[in-house]
Nanobody
Framework: QVQLVESGGGLVQPGGSLRLSCAAS????????MGWYRQAPGRERELVAT???????NYADSVKGRFTISRDNAKNTVYLQMNSLKPEDTAVYYC??????????WGQGTQVTVSS
C-alpha cells in the first residue's frame, strides 16, 4: 500500500546541481527515517544520506559538503540537494523509507547522470 514517488533526476554537467524529491504515501503511521541510496552499474548500493524524524542526519563521506538532505514531515517528503556534482556521482538514486518502527520500503529509483 505504500508508495514512494521520486523525481528530480536527469543529466547535468560536472559542477552542476540537481534536487531530488521523494514523497511517501499510503498506510503509514509514523515515518522514522527517510534517505537516499545510490547504485552505479556493477557496484553495490551505497548510502548517500539519511535523516530521522528527530533530525539526525548521516552523510556518506564522499558527499559531505556537497549534498544536503532535508525533509518536510507534514508532506512525508524528503529532498536531496546535490551541488558540485562529479562524474562519479552518476548512479541510480533510490529513496528509502523506514516507517512504523519496523518496516522499510524502497522507491523505484531515478537516474542521475553527470557528464559533459
Amino acid at each position: 500500500q505504500v508508495q514512494l514517488v521520486e523525481s528530480g533526476g536527469g543529466l547535468v554537467q560536472p559542477g552542476g546541481s540537481l534536487r531530488l524529491s521523494c514523497a511517501a504515501s499510503g498506510i503509514i503511521l509514523t515515518i522514522n527515517r527517510m534517505g537516499w541510496y545510490r547504485q552505479a552499474p556493477g557496484r553495490e548500493r551505497e548510502l548517500v544520506a539519511t535523516i530521522t524524524s528527530g533530525g539526525s542526519i548521516n552523510y556518506a563521506d564522499s558527499v559531505k559538503g556537497r549534498f544536503t538532505i532535508s525533509r518536510d514531515n507534514a508532506k512525508n517528503t524528503v529532498y536531496l540537494q546535490m551541488n558540485s556534482l562529479k562524474p562519479e556521482d552518476t548512479a541510480v538514486y533510490y529513496c528509502n523509507l523506514y516507517y512504523n518502527y519496523a518496516q522499510t520500503y524502497w522507491g523505484q529509483g531515478t537516474q542521475v547522470t553527470v557528464s559533459s
